[in-house]
């Protein structure tokens, strides 16, 4: 029945690989071997090229459906789609068939399984050794190795289905992967600290770019490890004092038994003090051991950057004994080395809080303490959520296992350069003195108001400054401008007093001896023609008199007219003193203000327009401009005979025109300058010396247009 059994399975090998044979001629090439596949390069990988290879399991993991198959020295690794359970009857050692595509896998070509077909079951073969600098050579990837160690440390990780078991040989740690059961569990629990053996895949720890990064051992069970008469040696135990661990011809690879007090019990670590040293020791079991209690440890040493640790197999309680007492530290310049793992006390002052985080990833409370020259970090207990009464500047009093630091610079002799505390308890923490109310905190915040106050005084000031010097240009101006109308007050009584006055005696006289003088010719003059004959030189006479007095007459109207202009002028100018608002009311103001009165005296219609925005000129400016545009009203007034005057001052983005305009008589300029009429000019000439120009514009019988043009007031605007 076997036979036939046997018959059977070979002739349906031989029809598959037929088949994958046809369906390879058709699609590509057909992969057959595990050193064909790992030949492949990413790129070949990854287009699934079709498989049909045969191996042995060395690996297996049932429950992640994964293995790996071995042929000719070279391994791959076997994955299938999650549920379909293709490997679920494979056991390590069995022979199989897998048909599938390839994979470019993490970091070596792997296999995708698409059917798994058991054809044999055989002895797994003998794992090669490899020297440790083999150890991260990438070519190991996937390759059957033997290891020989001591089991140190197991940890279970049931949600990834495995258990990693860490391997110490020649004082190096290897991880090894095991797929997690309760039966491995139990099992290494009894190869705790037991020298084993064991044949594994060397599988590699990767990166995204498929650069190896790390080493890690796959086994598929725990009865893969071996123990062998041969590592007996190692399974004595010699009993050794704590502070004679790791000495010249002093025991190191057979299990060793060392005592002490127990000062510090962790989960996992424990700190005890020996005769003369103190030493920390992990352990993975639970203790019964608490504070004081005299133990013994087996297990082995491994030597740490200030002094050994010590992994241990097994504790056993010998004796109770009383709370360890701490050692009194006073800090100097050199930090002792023997203080190594010692339960010290020391005074220290609270410099700030700070946090760390566990080896769960969890934040731990830590202080930053300072004791002489030294700053050192204070570790509460794990759980402990942290002191919120402790303030910076207190006064502590500590008590703990201190952990020293060992400097990296000198590394060919021992040089202690800092040191770390562990707290057992918070009570461990003990305030001598308070915090001084003057610290750091409140000394900036004293420096931060003084600054901000002398920020703010020095702004008062210069702001006071500013306000004394702008209430002192108020001032300086209102004296300056009160002074400076008393002035023209007085200017204006005197013009008033003397040449107005003057002028208008002198008017009132000349005017007086023009009508007698013109009445005293004219008496002369008809006194000659009574009773002279026609022809008689007395007729002659009279007419060359009344001729002379003609003339004289002319003259001297035009003196009384020239004198009457001065008078007027001379009232304007009073007006314009007396009025107080010279400089200070505008031109358009100042218009209004001399010329309006002028046109209600003779009755005259007077229209000023503004267009644009209006600017303030200078006081010389606005007395020119003034006088010019007083004058060419005169003028009109008084020889156009027009019943309406426009004035048009227009401001442009830059300078200022001002027109005069109106419909009266009219008159030829040219033939009034050849008479010997200088008002013009002088109107001219004023201009000019203020920076603009004066046209006239006179047509006889259709009125008169007198333009002031400046092209830019810059240099008289305010």
């Known amino acids: 029945m076997n036979r036939w059994l046997r018959q059977f399975k070979w002739c349906i090998a031989v029809w598959t690989t037929l088949t994958v044979s046809a369906f390879s001629a058709e699609s590509g090439a057909l992969i057959n071997s595990v050193p064909e596949l790992r030949k492949l390069s990413v790129e070949q990988a990854q287009q699934g090229l079709p498989l049909d290879l045969q191996g042995q399991v060395i690996y297996i993991h049932h429950k992640l459906d994964t293995c790996v198959v071995y042929d000719d020295g070279r391994g791959a690794y076997v994955y299938t789609e999650p549920g379909r359970e293709l490997l679920n009857k494979v056991s390590q050692g069995d022979i199989i068939r897998v048909r599938g595509r390839s994979s470019e896998g993490g970091f070596a070509p792997s296999i995708e399984a698409e059917s798994v077909e058991v054809l044999d079951q055989q002895p797994l073969p003998d794992g090669k050794g490899y020297y440790d600098d083999h150890h991260m050579h990438p070519n190991v990837d996937c390759k059957w190795v033997r290891e020989v160690g001591r089991i140190v440390n197991h940890s279970s990780m049931v949600q990834e289905q495995h258990i990693l078991v860490e391997v110490e040989r020649h004082s190096r740690i290897f991880d090894v992967l095991v797929p997690y059961s309760k039966e491995s569990e139990d099992k290494l629990a009894e ?91 992990l352990h993975s079991k639970p203790t019964d051991a608490v504070l004081g209690n005299h133990v013994a440890a087996v297990g082995f040493p491994e030597p740490g950057p200030v002094s050994p640790s010590f992994r241990a197999r097994s504790i056993e309680v010998l004796e109770e004994g009383a709370q360890p007492e701490p050692v009194r530290v006073e800090l100097g310049e050199a930090i002792d080395p023997s203080l190594n793992y010692e339960l010290i006390e020391i005074e220290a002052v609270l410099v700030e809080h700070g946090k760390r985080f566990d080896v769960d990833g969890l934040k731990q409370p830590t202080l930053l303490c300072r ?76 420096a931060g108001i003084t600054l901000s106050s002398a920020i703010v005084l ?75 004959p026609e022809g008689d030189p007395k007729q002659a006479m009279a007419d060359q008199i009344e001729q002379a007095a003609s003339e004289d007459r002319a003259s001297l109207m035009s003196i009384w007219d020239n004198m009457g202009r001065c008078s007027e002028e001379a009232r304007s100018s009073i007006v314009y003193l007396r009025s107080g608002k010279a400089g200070r009311m505008g031109l358009i103001t100042v218009l209004k203000e001399v010329l ?72 030829d300029p040219e033939a009034v300058q050849k008479r010997g009429h200088y008002g013009l000019v002088g109107m001219k000439e004023r201009v000019k010396q203020l920076g603009g120009t004066l046209e006239v514009d006179s047509v006889v019988g259709k009125g008169t247009v007198v333009c002031i043009v400046f092209e830019s007031t810059e240099t008289w605007e305010v």
Request: net charge neutral; aromatic share 8%.
């Open 596 to 667: 309006e009165p002028l046109a209600n005296e003779i009755d005259v219609q007077l229209g000023i327009k503004v267009m644009g925005e209006p600017r303030a000129i200078k006081e010389e400016a606005e007395r020119g401009l003034m006088l010019t545009t007083k004058e060419a009203v005169t003028n009109a007034i008084r020889h156009s005979s027009a019943e309406q005057i426009h004035v048009l001052v227009t401001y442009t983005d830059t300078g200022l025109q001002i027109e005069v305009r109106d419909e009266g008589n009219g008159f």
């Open 191 to 281: 190869l705790q600290f037991r020298v084993v053996s064991f044949d594994s895949v060397a599988a590699t720890v990767f990166n995204e770019q498929r650069q190896a990064i790390g080493r890690i051992l796959l086994v598929s069970s725990a009865e893969d490890f071996k123990t062998d008469v041969q590592y007996a040696q190692y399974e004595k135990e010699d009993e050794v004092a704590v502070h004679e661990l790791v000495r010249f011809s002093s025991p190191f690879r057979s299990l060793i038994k060392t005592s002490g007090t127990v000062i510090y019990q962790d989960a996992h670590e424990m700190y005890i003090r020996g005769a003369k040293a103190c030493l920390r020791i």
């Open 458 to 532: 020095l702004a008062w000031v210069f702001m006071l400054r500013k306000t004394v010097a702008r209430q002192t240009r108020i001032i300086t101006d209102q004296v300056e401008v009160e002074t400076l109308q008393h002035e023209r007050q007085r200017i204006a009584r005197e013009l008033h007093d003397t040449l107005a006055q003057s002028l208008v005696g002198m008017g009132i006289q000349l005017r007086s001896r023009i009508g007698r003088m013109t009445s005293n010719m004219a008496e002369i003059c008809q006194a000659l023609r009574e009773g002279a």
């Open 371 to 446: 004791a002489g020259e030294h700053l050192f970090e204070v570790r509460y207990p794990s759980g402990y959520a942290g002191p919120d009464h402790l303030s910076s500047g207190s006064k502590l009093r500590l008590t703990g296992v201190c952990d020293l630091i060992r400097g990296s610079y000198q590394r060919w002799r021992l040089h202690v350069v800092g040191f770390q505390l562990r707290l057992r308890s918070p009570e461990d923490v003990v305030v001598l003195v308070p915090p001084p109310w003057w610290n750091s905190q409140r000394l900036l915040w004293l």
